[in-house]
T-cell receptor, first 118, second 108 residues
Framework: GAVVSQHPSRVICKSGTSVKIECRSLDFQATTMFWYRQFPKQSLMLMAT?????????EQGVEKDKFLINHASLTLSTLTVTSAHPEDSSFYIC??????????????FGDGTRLSIL | GQNIDQPTEMTATEGAIVQINCTYQ??????LFWYQQHAGEAPTFLSYNVLDGLEEKGRFSSFLSRSKGYSYLLLKELQMKDSASYLC?????????FGAGTRLFVKA
């Protein structure tokens, strides 16, 4: 099946640090990638939709200057949490969808990144 | 508006059958997905329904009725490892909308 690789799996760093998370589709071209955040025992919260070669679309309430998304190629999207603070500690998960802009393709998820800001 | 409803929690016994229901109201419909998510892990894809009826895949089956805005995931011969959250997600237009998930506890 389709494989999405997310790296790193865990980050522990000091407040004020910027953290970059990578999401790669390994065996298919992903025109659309999604970034989610999930707090313990809560549902997935979509942060932004990333389309290759264009600006990401952020959900309401998500600061685009805080969470920088770059989708430079059909196989790679990155999320940078800038100047992270303890309240940014969460489980960040990316997912990728195959070719075409429509949503009738399943999203395949990376393994997630557990971010802990001290 | 767009809304997906599924029960918050369910408990079932090992070896039994459990049905997890999902109702939805969305603008646009390109199909319905079910995902499994174990605690602390990312979701994994289980099934996709776009036409009415039952799709069977091993111990898991998924049903869809588009006219009723209704789906269910049926898990047979429950195993302890099936304890997880099950997410119903509807593909509409360019976005997939996820439900909050149903946490299933399988007891011995």
């Amino acid at each position: 099946g389709a494989v999405v690789s997310q790296h790193p799996s865990r980050v522990i760093c000091k407040s004020g640090t910027s953290v970059k998370i990578e999401c790669r589709s390994l065996d298919f071209q992903a025109t659309t990638m999604f970034w989610y955040r999930q707090f313990p025992k809560q549902s997935l919260m979509l942060m932004a939709t990333s389309n290759e070669g264009s600006k990401a679309t952020y959900e309401q309430g998500v600061e685009k200057d805080k969470f920088l998304i770059n989708h430079a190629s059909l196989t790679l999207s990155t999320l940078t949490v800038t100047s992270a603070h303890p309240e940014d500690s969460s489980f960040y998960i990316c997912s990728a969808r195959g070719s075409g802009p429509y949503s009738n393709q399943p999203q395949h998820f990376g393994d997630g990144t557990r971010l802990s800001i001290l | 508006g767009q809304n997906i409803d599924q029960p918050t929690e369910m408990t079932a016994t090992e070896g039994a059958i459990v049905q997890i229901n999902c109702t939805y109201q969305t603008s646009g419909f390109n199909g319905l997905f079910w995902y499994q998510q174990h605690a602390g892990e990312a979701p994994t894809f289980l099934s996709y329904n776009v036409l009415d009826g039952l799709e069977e895949k091993g111990r898991f089956s998924s049903f869809l009725s588009r006219s009723k805005g209704y789906s269910y995931l049926l898990l047979k011969e429950l195993q302890m490892k099936d304890s997880a959250s099950y997410l119903c997600a509807v593909a509409g237009g360019f976005k997939t909308i996820f439900g909050a998930g149903t946490r299933l506890f399988v007891k011995a």
